[in-house]
């Protein structure tokens, strides 16, 4: 496996840049672009003696691996197959990296073996390897479905909360730069409430951009028990004074609640819930 991953590190350097003039060797790996991965490579080599060098391809071979995000805590058998993909994104896993780096992986990694009859035909046949894009491509289709699912639970609660906590909404013009709503809520849950997320959205009918819209929490001071009904002011930007409040269109939303301990019957909107889950339900 070892001796695969430097045959296409030769080629790197037959293809790359192997101007080192100019560079200063002390540095570290430069990954800004390939040619200055490659020049940096080789003005690192330069400061090595032959045996040193060993080490130090050995070490980069190492590292190009284990710092890829597909092959890392793989064996070199599984990595094989993502050897290309490695190797293309080794200016940017590798960037910054010191030669001191370099040599301690390599230092951590067995001499290669001597070629004999066992092991000369040992070497990976990558097409009976798993193909790197389906394994990609199932990785995908996984997190889809994942986020299909939560997109479907959090509409499914929601619609619960809009059942269960049923609100009406009452705009007040105040002077100055800001009116308010008030937020007339009844809680429908089994048990009490002691802080909600919404959203709200004010604007008039055939008007692209809202006045204003905004998600917020807002803490419920000695809760709100199972049956209670409360009136919950909210500061919001004004509108223009010369539009009768009959004319607004007005939409709040209840995006989650809290019980009393702080914690959540969803984790979104996280900004406005950081104290964990609640084991409590929306039925």
């Known amino acids: 496996m070892r001796k695969l991953i430097l045959a296409g590190l030769a080629t790197w350097f037959l293809t790359g840049s192997t101007l080192a003039e100019g560079w200063n060797p002390k540095e570290p790996i430069n990954g800004f672009s390939r040619d200055s991965f490659f020049r940096s490579i080789k003005a690192l080599s330069r400061l090595l003696s032959e045996d040193e060098r060993v080490i130090f391809r050995r070490g980069l071979n190492a590292l190009i691996l284990s710092d890829f995000p597909l092959t890392h805590g793989m064996t070199a058998q599984e990595a094989a197959p993502f050897l290309p993909m490695a190797l293309d994104a080794a200016h940017v896993t590798l960037d910054g990296v ?69 609100l009406a909404v009452h705009f007040v013009r105040k002077e100055g730069l800001y009116d308010d709503l008030e937020l007339t809520l009844t809680n429908g849950l089994r048990w009490p409430i002691g802080s909600l997320a919404f959203s709200y959205v004010i ?81």
């Open 98 to 166: 010191s030669l001191g780096a370099v040599m301690a992986a390599g230092e951590r990694q067995p001499s290669d073996p001597a070629p004999t009859n066992e092991n000369a035909g040992s070497f990976v046949d990558r097409n009976k390897q798993p193909n790197p894009f389906e394994r990609i491509a199932a990785l995908d289709a996984e997190a889809e479905k994942r986020q299909e699912e939560l997109e479907q639970h959090l509409i499914a609660v929601r619609h619960c909360l809009s059942d269960k906590i049923p």
């Open 203 to 283: 604007t008039t009918e055939g008007r692209r951009l809202p006045f204003t819209q905004k998600e917020m929490s807002r803490t419920l001071r000695g809760g709100l028990k199972p049956g209670e009904q409360r009136t919950v002011p909210i500061t919001v930007s004004s509108v223009p004074a010369d539009l009768a409040p009959a004319s607004l269109a007005i939409a709040v939303d209840i995006l989650n609640v809290g019980d009393m301990e702080g914690k959540s019957l969803l984790n979104h909107p996280k900004s406005l819930f950081t104290g964990g889950l609640t084991d409590q339900t929306c039925e």
